[in-house]
Every structure is written in C-alpha cells, then in structure tokens.
C-alpha cells in the first residue's frame, strides 16, 4: 500500500520569505502522479501542483515549485515570495498511473501560516 | 461553471438517525468518490465510483453506502450515523485516465457532527 508522510505538522515565516514543505511517500510503483493541495479556511481543495513520476523536470506554477527526488521518494514544495493569502493548509498526495486507479492517498498535511 | 456541489454543507445530527449528503458534478465525469478530512489523519478515501452502477471500497467504507444511478450524481448515506463519522466529507470527480486527465476537481465540503 501506498503511504505519504509530512512530517511538519505546523510552519510559519514572514510575508516575502521562502519556505518549502517537506513530503516523502513510499510505493513499488513506477509510474504515479504527485499533488500539492492547498485547503485555505474557507476548506476548498485547490490544486496547487502536479508532478508526473515519468517526468525528470520538476513542476512549477508561477511563485510554486517542486523539488521532485524519485530515488529517494520525496516531493517537497518550495513556495517563494510568500503572500498572505498562502496562509493555509497544504497536503501532498500520491496516486497511481494506472486506469481506475484515481484513488488520492494524502499526507497528514501542514499548516502554514505567513505572518506580515 | 464547472464544479462539484455538495448538499449540505453542515449537518449536526443524532446517533442513528439516517442521512444522505448529495453530490453532483456539471463536467460529465466517469470518476467519482468521497473522501473524509479528519485532524492529522489528511483525507481518506471511503467510497469510489469508476462510472454508473460501478461502484467499490475505498479505504474506509464502514458505515457508509453509496450509489451511482446517474453519471452526474454520487450520494453518500449514512443508514446509522455514530458519533466516530464526525468529520469533514468531500466528494470529488474526474475524467477517467484514458482520456488524458486526470485532475480531480473537489467539492466544497460538509461538516457533519453527529452527538
């Protein structure tokens, strides 16, 4: 079974800083994908970033990116520049590569917050 | 628009007290499924659906039932709610992997509480 692990469970740095949030996941699978998910207070899951494990370049989306290190099984997420309106809860997610496998496995998040 | 909507929002109810929390996607989705959202435990998949009259387990399906009569429509019911399913449920959609996405778009989420 596919397990997800973010093991920081509460992070806080100021307005404009960079910060990265760590997630490591274990799978016997080759090919899967990998999210980033961010949950703000109103509790919406919004897709902040999606990896393919088929994929050597790692994603980035505007001020968000991904640090993707398939050998060791880790999928941090580095968001630079930070605003505000990041604070929220992130989790990371698995899921496999294969038809009617579209199962999320998620991490146990990490609540971020950005102070001004 | 596209979304996913989900019906209620917030429910508090009473043990064994049976109740539905209704789904429904606008996006012709095959994929369907629910998810509960628990305090250090992240999201967990409790039921999932590949397409109509298709549905199976996910990885906490105890006392929860689910249906797909129609493509859209997913809902989720609980025969004998106990206090232990308070917690957050999303339900969320997404085409099938074939035909080349597989982004799954989540709902807003209900709040149940059950005393």
């Known amino acids: 079974a596919q397990t997800v692990t973010q093991s920081q469970p509460e992070m806080s740095v100021q307005e404009a800083e960079t910060v990265t949030l760590s997630c490591t996941y274990d799978t016997s699978e080759s090919n899967y994908y990998l999210f980033w998910y961010k949950q703000p207070p109103s509790r919406q899951m919004i897709l902040v970033i999606r990896q393919e494990a088929y994929k050597q370049q790692n994603a980035t989306e505007n001020r968000f990116s991904v640090n993707f290190q398939k050998a060791a099984k880790s999928f941090s997420l580095k968001i630079s520049d930070s605003q505000l309106g990041d604070t929220a809860m992130y989790f990371c997610?698995?899921?496999?590569?294969?038809?009617?496998?579209?199962?999320?496995?998620f991490g146990q998040g990490t609540r971020l917050t950005i102070n001004p | 628009e596209a979304q996913v909507t989900q019906n209620p929002r917030y429910l508090i109810t009473v043990t064994g007290k049976k109740l539905t929390v209704t789904c429904s996607q606008n996006m012709n989705h095959e994929y369907m499924s629910w998810y509960r959202q628990d305090p250090g435990l992240g999201l967990r998949q409790i039921y999932y659906?590949?397409?109509?009259?298709?549905?199976d387990k996910g990885d906490v399906p105890e006392g929860y039932k689910v249906s797909r009569k129609e493509k859209r429509n997913f809902p989720l019911i609980l025969e004998s709610p106990s206090p232990n399913q308070t917690s957050l449920y999303f339900c969320?959609?997404?085409?099938?992997?074939?035909?080349?996405?597989?982004?799954?778009?989540f709902g807003p989420g209900t709040r149940l509480t059950v005393l």
């Open positions: 969320a959609s997404s085409y099938d992997q074939d035909l080349g996405t597989d982004t799954q778009y």
């Open positions: 659906s590949m397409n109509v009259e298709v549905t």
């Open positions: 997610a698995f899921m496999k590569a294969r038809r009617g496998a579209q199962k999320l496995v």
